[in-house]
């Protein structure tokens, strides 16, 4: 049958749980809704599980214009998305810009949860930011670009040295994918693609994916779990910098829908 995508993942918060989806509208920021919004500090500073591995239990579930927020030990709380108003400066890593407060609810919510003052933004209108890779897409509160992908086959090879040294498999959520494709054989393909379809969506290469520790969280837990995947990695995947690589970034150059089961074409090779 060849290569196709067998699921989608949408993070509707930078840092919080994902959502598997059947289909989606991808756009030149990928996935519809993929990390449009963000937590930030007192100082308006981004947050992520780098520092607060509890985040990882938060779940958004998108309405008709609402968003709930929903995690263990608290109430839900479901508001009124303010798409429009009243914005903040705020601080994505070496990245300064524009981003709309979302008001006093998801505030206090956040910070009872989290235990330290909090706010909630959401990407403005107009928003534009350049993704750092090699094509230079677009790209909203995600790291640097608009789609993580990542084959099966990797995970499966990673998984087996991991076995080899008597650890546990890890699941495909420790690495917070956008797209996952099956019918790659070799491990690592998604390295050596330089351009691809997925069903009508046309992709280009920005770079490898160099991780941070979040891979070493417990996505249904949210703690950390020991040093894995990071431990295997570094013994075949270091980077340049002293990073550990595992997947793949790129941007996005044609819209459409994309839905799980369409075949993946690549179009251009290293």
């Excluded at 998108?62 to 968003?67: C, E, F, K, N, Q």
Aim: include cysteine; aromatic fraction near 8%; charge should be negative.
């Amino acid at each position: 049958m060849g290569a196709r995508v067998v699921e989608l993942v949408r993070y509707v918060i930078k840092g919080c749980a994902g959502e598997s989806l059947d289909s989606a509208v991808v756009g030149p920021m990928g996935l519809a809704e993929d990390r449009s919004f963000m937590v930030v500090d007192q100082n308006n500073k981004f947050i992520t599980q780098r520092t607060r591995a509890e985040m990882a239990v938060v779940r958004p579930t998108l309405g008709d214009g609402t968003l709930k927020l929903s995690a263990p030990g608290i109430e839900d709380f479901e508001f009124d998305i303010a798409f429009d108003g009243e914005q903040l400066e705020v601080l994505l890593h070496k990245w300064t810009g524009k981003a709309v407060d979302q008001g006093t609810g998801p505030a206090e919510w956040f910070s009872q949860f989290m235990g330290e003052p909090c706010r909630l933004v959401r990407i403005p209108p107009g928003h534009e930011r350049h993704s750092n890779g090699q094509t230079g897409g677009q790209v909203g509160f995600a790291d640097a670009d608009a789609l993580h992908v990542i084959g099966r086959s990797s995970l499966d090879h990673l998984n087996g040295l991991i076995l080899e040294k008597g650890g546990d498999t890890l699941p495909m959520n420790r690495f917070r994918p956008n797209v996952i494709v099956t019918g790659w054989d070799e491990p690592y393909t998604e390295d050596r693609v330089r351009a691809m379809t997925l069903g009508a969506i046309e992709t280009s290469w920005e770079k490898k994916a160099v991780r941070c520790v979040v891979p070493t969280v417990d996505q249904a837990t949210g703690q950390k779990a020991g040093h894995e995947p990071t431990k295997t990695l570094a013994t075949y995947r270091r980077e340049e910098g002293g990073g550990v690589s595992f997947g793949a970034k790129f941007a996005v150059i044609t819209s459409g829908q994309l839905k799980v089961g369409d075949p993946v074409q690549v179009t251009a090779w290293a």
